[in-house]
């Protein structure tokens, strides 16, 4: 039996899936957060370039991916698929698990796969610098790479207390030439308005959003990025679960489940929305499990309705399973499931009963992340183990109905910027985290935007 599927430069995808051509119910239009109306291209045009927002609104069905951004893909891509031989052994299980292993990129993880289209189309239409947010420091890092590529000035603004209490990533985005601020800064508006309320404030990853955005308003030559969430990040994942498609029929196989770790919904877009194709065009089921932390759970018990991006209101109303916009998630080890809301196209899918989500502690998926690294050899990111505590979940049921299902999963980063959390979780002091109802009703009493 083959173990490693790998596949050659040039079948790496030519073009993006949009899921949107698919949907039965398309996503319900970003409203402005002020007039609650509709807003059209032109008021997100200060903040990204025309292609990207093009590519947010449009109904294709597939999108060409530009030559000159499959050539930097081809520093990592294809990426490898892996029957987890090792795993499924350890459990005793009779299902198939196959992993896609997205850590072999630059940064780390799957975020160069949007952070490159980024920077390549704000250099097609003469951006000089881009600003953006990152929390734990993923989406900054490979950001920072892919600007690098395109000359490309680089802003991060990194939340203070990550940017204090994790310093590599921000020496990773400092290496790549990037600018890296410790939000709140005095650099903006917003931060100082913060400061002067708290001059010791550990920042947050909506303060983080605003700074970037308001510089981003201020200069023509400035824009945005966002890591996450936007319909156009979704669909430049996709590359994921497209190169999956191909590597499962190589090894003779087809998924009954597809899973991945859950934080705003890309890297579970790219690796399943590929495979929900299937079921939107030809009937098929596979069921497709969206992973997210019990201490930050929008997608099992947060509202569907509209909120905002941010916690200061900068960003336009977006319909989404929330758990309100200012829900402070408790400092978990998964830094980049701690975001209180879900992406448009993916909120829809659940609304709609088209994809599943379930929650998990974090000891669970330490636990899961640990029998991976000893059964794999891959030490996964804490945001992975989320997907990871699911596959052993579903193949223990498996087990008990004597049912033997193909699974797949994304690993979607490694963990070697984690060691702390996996050594407090070796020296037993790793805590549990799980949000109480009187918290989630607290959170989103305090809503007022419109319902859906
Ligand atoms: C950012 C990040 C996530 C969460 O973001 P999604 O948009 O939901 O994919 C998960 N895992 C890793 C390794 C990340 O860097």
Redo the contacts with the bound molecule.
Sequence with gaps: MQKKITLTEDEIPESWYNIVADMPNKPLPPLHPGTHEPIGPEMLAPLFPMELIKQEVTADKWVGIPEEVREVYKIWRPTPMFRATGLEKMLGTRAKIYYKYEGVSPAG???PNTAVPQAYYNKQEGVKRITTETGAG??GSALSFACQLFGIECDVYMVRASYEGKPYRKIMMNTWGANVYPSPSERTQAGRSILAQDPNSPGSLGIAISEAVELAMQADDTKYAL??VLNHVLMHQTVIGLEAITQLEKAGDFPDIVVA????????AGIAFPFLRYNLEEGKSIRCIAAEPASCPKLTRGVFRYDLGDTVGMTPLLPMYTLGHNFIPAPIHAG??RYHGAGAIVSQLLNDGLIEAQAFKQLECFDAGIKFARAEGIIP?P??THAIATVIREAQRANEEGTSPTILFNL??HGHFDMASYEQYLAGKLVEHEVTQEEIMASLAELDTPLI
Aim: hydrophobic share 25%; aromatic share 14%; net charge neutral.
């Design positions: 993880s799957h975020k993923q989406w890591g996450s770790p859950f934080g705003g919904g890309s890297n579970f980049g499931l990111a945001e992975a979607c980063g």
